[in-house]
């Protein structure tokens, strides 16, 4: 592990339970592009968990996780005009990518084929990144963002995965148009705060959940219109072709074939969620109804700032159960089940240096 002088502290992984332990590391110097931050907040995402567990097959250990970080500007390089010291920042999935490529000249950095990930990626240097469940981060401004002052830090962190996450692909795939019906599969991080985008562009949004005892939250919190609990196959039945489309943040290995028999024709099925294992593809219901599938990833930084700003007018943030530093193994216990409403975000600027 490469050595710096700017020494950082940290929570980490060291093998595939999981369990993360407290960590010294080191962080790169500031250079003239950089903002180091101090970090405040950081987001519990379902990434974080499949990369702890190692359950993508891609992780190296000793791993950092955390890529829905807030906090303020602590010191900026000499060719930084976009921020200044005490600003209210935050980082989302990358902190670099080529700059230079086809797709990087479009806005796109996340699907730049040299992107550097927030957390378990080599950078620039050769060294390891290391994410947000820490006290501090060193990043090229332009992977910096901005929080409108309306939206908090905390409850805003989320926003710099999971909101991204969802409001790409609603752009992208026009789910933006108002009068139409969004099905949200997955009531978690992701798909609560979809739900709340849904209604800030206008649509109808129905939740299908494998959570009975989401539903009253769901509808009276979070604005839904109404809630599927997909194991019953009589609420199936009903919202059979009826939803335009479809975004699924399901975690796990599932079945396509009742979320697309859900859509209408020429409905649009968008996944997100990215499972451990290949999902079956059923081409019968597909082919039937004229149906697509698509896929999504966390968008390019242009549009991450728009969709904060977005957030910022349509007041938008996520519901958060905000932990403890320490309470974050049992949090991913809970994160793994399910049982989260809707969003842990560690208090790491009152609990990480209790450790
Ligand atoms: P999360 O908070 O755990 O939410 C996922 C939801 O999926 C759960 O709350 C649950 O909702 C549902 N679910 C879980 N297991 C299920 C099962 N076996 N069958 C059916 N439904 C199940 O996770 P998240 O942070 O929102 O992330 C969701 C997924 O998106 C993860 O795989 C994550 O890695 C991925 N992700 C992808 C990107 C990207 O770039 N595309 C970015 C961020 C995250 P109900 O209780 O309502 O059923
Ligand atoms: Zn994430």
Redesign the pocket.
């Known amino acids: 592990m490469a050595e710096f002088q700017h020494k950082a502290f940290g929570l980490a992984a060291t093998d595939s339970s999981g369990v993360l332990s407290p960590f010294h590391f080191s962080r790169r110097e500031n250079g003239d592009d950089d903002v180091t931050i101090k970090i405040l907040y950081c987001g519990?995402?379902?990434?974080d968990?499949?990369t702890v567990k190692n359950e993508w097959g891609i992780t190296q250990y000793p791993v950092v996780p955390g890529h829905e970080i807030a906090g303020v500007v602590t010191k900026i390089g000499n060719n930084v005009e976009k921020f200044k010291v005490g600003d209210r920042v935050g980082v989302g999935?990358i902190v670099n990518s080529c700059r230079t490529c086809d797709v990087c000249q479009q806005d796109l950095e996340?699907y730049c084929a040299k992107m550097i990930f927030t957390y378990n990626s080599t950078d620039k240097d050769g060294t390891r990144t290391y994410g947000g469940y820490s006290d501090t981060v060193v990043v090229d401004q332009h992977f910096v963002l901005r929080f409108p002052e309306n939206v908090p830090s905390d409850a805003g962190a989320p926003l710099l995965?999971?909101g991204i996450?969802v409001y790409s692909p609603m752009k992208y795939y026009g789910m933006t148009e108002a009068g139409k019906h969004l099905g949200v599969?997955?009531?978690?991080?992701?798909?609560h705060v979809a739900v709340k985008f849904g209604k800030a562009f206008g649509l109808k949004v129905t939740?299908?959940?494998?959570?009975p005892k989401?539903k009253a939250e769901a509808l009276n919190k979070l604005g839904a219109d109404a809630f599927v609990v997909?194991t019953d196959a009589a609420e199936l039945e009903a919202a059979t072709g009826t939803m335009d489309f479809i975004i699924d943040?399901?975690?796990?290995?599932?079945q396509l074939a009742p979320l697309l028999s859900l859509l209408k024709m020429n409905g649009k099925l968008v996944?997100?969620?990215?499972?451990d294992k290949p999902l079956d593809l059923p081409i019968f219901p597909l082919v039937a109804g004229r149906k697509m599938i698509g896929?999504?990833?966390?968008g390019g930084i242009k549009e991450t700032q728009e969709m904060l700003d977005f957030c910022g007018k349509h007041g938008i943030a996520a519901d958060i159960e905000l932990i403890r530093a320490d309470e974050i193994n049992a949090a991913m216990e809970r994160?793994?089940k399910?049982d989260?409403r809707?969003?842990f975000v560690i208090d790491v600027g009152n609990s990480l240096a209790k450790l």
């Open positions: 519990v995402c379902h990434s968990l499949h999935v996340s995965c999971a996450t599969a997955g009531l978690g991080g992701l798909g939740v299908i959940s494998t959570s989401k997909s943040t399901i975690a796990a290995v599932h996944t997100v969620g990215l499972p896929g999504s990833d966390f994160l793994a399910s989260v809707y969003r």
